[in-house]
């Protein structure tokens, strides 16, 4: 079946670091992929999305390109600030009508 | 912009308990999934309707059920609560017909089973 693989944490970085957090899918066609992001104690919030090949989904400085020929869909920032502290989870869809499968999430800790 | 309305937001319940857990999706959405997120956990999936059919079913106990009613709200039901019920429920709705296939997640309701 479907699946989402990401980088494990924690991961700490200093306030300005570069960070990725690395995602690979599984999928039996082309599915919709997504980052969303979840701060403390809150909700899902989607943070971008691409929905074909060479897509590149931004939002908030945070970047990801659909890239099919490696089932990759890694995120990036230049420069994380200490208020992107959160956890991260990688996710993809299938079609319109199916669910979310998420990765296992990827917590992000940064300090000042 | 409309959102998705979970409600309660906070729940708690004793074992063997019962509890409703109501979605609002966002106007105009005819799906709603529900996603249940244990402590450090990912979102896993539990079921989804579509024009209030049950559309798909993912790892839900028989313990709980769940429906869509004709204004497009949804309610879970868990019966005979256990302690490992004890998670974040989200509800996201979604207009496959639309042009993307996001789903909007509410801001979810958590549980506590003690």
């Known amino acids: 079946g479907d699946s989402v693989t990401q980088m494990e944490g924690p991961v700490t970085l200093s306030e300005e670091a570069f960070l990725t957090i690395n995602c690979t899918y599984t999928?039996?066609?082309?599915?919709?992929l997504f980052w969303y992001v979840q701060y403390p104690g809150e909700g899902l919030q989607l943070l971008l999305k691409?929905?074909?090949?060479?897509d590149k989904g931004s939002n908030k400085g945070f970047e990801a390109t659909y890239r099919k020929e490696t089932t990759s869909f890694h995120l990036e920032k230049g420069s994380v600030q200490v208020s992107d502290s959160a956890v991260y989870f990688c996710?993809?869809?299938?079609?319109?009508?199916?669910?979310?499968?998420f990765g296992p999430g990827t917590s992000l800790s940064v300090i000042p | 912009a409309a959102g998705v309305i979970q409600s309660p937001r906070h729940l708690i319940k004793e074992k063997r308990e019962t509890a409703t857990l109501k979605c609002y999706p966002i106007?105009?959405?005819?799906?709603v999934y529900w996603y249940q997120q244990g402590p450090g956990q990912d979102p896993q999936f539990l079921i989804s309707?579509?024009?209030?059919?049950?559309?798909d079913k993912g790892s839900i106990p028989d313990r709980f059920s769940a429906q869509q009613f004709s204004d497009y709200h949804s309610e879970l039901n868990m019966s005979s609560l256990e302690l490992g019920d004890s998670a974040l429920y989200f509800c996201?709705?979604?207009?496959?017909?639309?042009?993307?296939?996001?789903?909007?997640f509410g801001p979810g309701t958590r549980l506590t089973v003690t």
């Open positions: 309707f579509y024009e209030k059919m049950q559309s």
């Open positions: 999928a039996t066609g082309y599915p919709s």
């Open positions: 996201a709705s979604s207009n496959p017909a639309g042009a993307t296939r996001e789903q909007y």
């Open positions: 691409a929905t074909k090949a060479d």
């Open positions: 106007p105009r959405h005819d799906t």
């Open positions: 996710a993809l869809s299938e079609t319109s009508y199916d669910k979310v499968i």
